[in-house]
């Protein structure tokens, strides 16, 4: 009994290595040595004496069981998230008392969660996220209930409030700042150990910016069904085939475990139904995680996963009335959200969004993140065809000479300047439409850029945010080869914004075969964009009714044919 009452008391916390409680004694263990049979997975003996506080409590807790009503993996890793939550909470409140007092603190170890965010719910802090107030809090642990809690933050999130979490992650400013980006990407290092079916997100606005290109270190050897999101903002006319057979292209030299690519919109349901019929197919009792970058639209995707699997679950239909929160700013989860969905076994998980650091999220001012999400179907700006702003009436050089020696800003967020291209090169840009396109001489556009940023070249909004601006830190010389003047020569996509389009032909201009073919095939550009941001140079994607008409299909071999992941719309 005693031994038992030891581990009672010890298995709430999980402690680090690095950190021991000097009021325990290896010694004043001995005095609860008995001769009580016990079941030990080593085939070693060992005193009580000789054993870690870990082996001990091994070694009293009571057996778990194989049935059905057995924790999963999820639920294990669930307890471990929220040992390590409370374990931390425990060395901070003991440090603060050391400064103030020697008496030991009573530190409420409770870890339930926040249902809309997964941060811990908490009562001290009001900026910090998992906040409630304690009348409410004591009034839910009462009752057992504490699961069905909002916490202030996400309540202020859902009427569009735009409060920033993450600290240490780009220019995100305002807010408390909770936990950094590594931390949250630590929560999910035990994913890879786990036996799960992962369902990845990833977006088709910001397909390069949004791929996580370290997904393996964070699924392992787990099977993944790679789920597109907001398919519904593409280009009107565009064929999804062509889409589908692109995005395919795009992940087979990734070598990744891929079963199935989904093209799907959880505004619309479009696809929804397909990927519910694979999870049910494939996840064979294991748990389901929803991974990706972080504002890929994880929570809106599982919002609209819950209501068509409600159609014929019930336990579905149940989940939906405690959703995770939905917003524009990244890092609205901060922590694992258990869903129950599923009555056949297994469990469903939002997790934290993976941050990464190269998307133009990072480096804008919270209240401006809302302009970088396109919220109605894209329609392309093409260029020549935009306003081109000039102090010495540049207008007859440009027609004759096409774009060569002028700068193209996309909003206060990239620079292009046109170094060397054919005169009937054409620039289409996919993105917001609040993102203005001004286009100046090359030689006017430094002046042009310190004059306008902030007014008419927004984000970042407003002089007082366009003075802590860095700027445009990173130039990037790209030289792009072209074969076929009837297709697009590349994309270069901007890393957490869109992609621009680069056609070395207009059709309207009528220029014949013969006198293009005698041209240069190469064109040079430079882009500047803001430090942390990564330019991305890939194949064209197929939108708008051009598209299918100039996308090409490769042939496949059998082998090719029989490993190549089907995708579905």
Not at 453 to 466: E, I, N, Q, S, Y
Request: hydrophobic letters at 35%; charged letters at 25%.
């Amino acid at each position: 009994m005693a031994l038992k009452t030891l581990s009672t008391f010890l298995s709430p916390l999980s402690l680090p290595k690095h950190y021991t409680l000097s009021i325990f004694n290896p010694v004043s263990l001995n005095i609860y040595r008995k001769s009580t049979p016990l079941s030990c997975k080593s085939t070693h003996s060992h005193s009580p004496s000789q054993l870690p506080l870990s082996d001990t409590k091994l070694l009293s807790s009571e057996p778990e069981g194989t049935g059905a009503a057995s924790p999963t993996r999820g639920d294990r890793f669930l307890e471990r998230q929220q040992a390590d939550e409370a374990a931390k909470l425990l060395i901070k409140e003991i440090k603060k008392t050391k400064k103030k007092t020697k008496k030991v603190l009573k530190v409420n170890t409770a870890t339930a969660c926040c249902y809309g965010c997964g941060a811990p719910l908490q009562t001290s802090e009001v900026d910090a996220p998992g906040y409630v107030d304690m009348g409410t809090y004591e009034l839910k642990k009462k009752h057992h209930q504490l699961r069905t809690i909002l916490c202030g933050r996400c309540r202020l999130l859902s009427h569009g409030h735009m409060i920033t979490a993450v600290g240490g992650n780009g220019g995100y400013s305002g807010g408390k700042q909770f936990v950094s980006a590594d931390e949250l990407r630590e929560k999910l290092s035990h994913l890879r150990h786990e036996k799960a079916l992962i369902v990845k997100l990833v977006d088709i606005v910001d397909f390069n910016g949004s791929f996580l290109s370290r997904v393996r270190d964070l699924a392992g050897a787990n099977p993944i069904i790679l789920v597109v999101t907001k398919v519904d903002l593409l280009p009107k006319g565009t064929d999804f085939n062509c889409v589908g057979d692109w995005v395919v292209e795009a992940i087979t030299k990734k070598k990744l475990n891929v079963l199935s690519v989904h093209l799907t919109s959880s505004k619309s349901l479009v696809g929804i139904a397909g990927v519910a019929s694979e999870i049910q197919k494939e996840k064979k009792g294991r748990d389901v995680y929803i991974l990706g970058s972080a504002n890929v639209g994880k929570s809106a995707f599982i919002s609209a996963l819950l209501k068509m699997m409600a159609q014929r679950d019930p336990a579905a239909a149940a989940a939906q009335k405690y959703k995770p929160i939905q917003s524009a700013v990244p890092g609205t989860t901060l922590g694992p959200i258990q869903i129950d969905a599923f009555l056949g076994g297994g469990k469903l998980y939002d997790t934290p969004g993976v941050h990464l650091h190269h998307r133009q999220a990072a480096v804008v001012h919270s209240e401006d993140l809302p302009i970088l999400a396109p919220q109605s179907r894209l329609r392309g700006q093409s260029f020549p065809g935009c306003q081109v702003s000039s102090k010495n009436g540049m207008a007859g050089k440009f027609n004759s000479n096409g774009l060569n020696g002028f700068s193209i800003f996309w909003g206060g967020l990239v620079r292009i300047d046109v170094l060397k291209v054919l005169p009937e090169t054409c620039l289409t840009f996919y993105g917001p439409k609040k993102l203005p396109i001004h286009a100046v001489p090359t030689h006017e556009a430094d002046e042009f850029y310190k004059k306008e940023l902030g007014v008419l070249l927004t984000p970042p909004t407003g002089k007082d945010r366009a003075g802590e601006w860095r700027g445009l830190e990173t130039v990037q010389q790209l030289q792009i080869n072209f074969e076929d003047a009837e297709r697009p020569a590349s994309d270069v996509a901007i890393s957490g914004l869109g992609w621009i389009t680069i056609e070395p032909r207009r059709e309207s201009l009528g220029i014949s075969e013969s006198n293009f073919a005698e041209r240069t095939k190469e064109l040079h550009i430079a882009v500047h964009v803001p430090k942390p941001v990564e330019i991305f140079v890939r194949p064209s994607i197929p939108v708008g009714k051009a598209g299918a008409e100039w996308y090409q299909y490769r042939e496949l071999t059998e082998k090719e044919e029989e490993i190549r992941p089907k995708w579905y719309f």
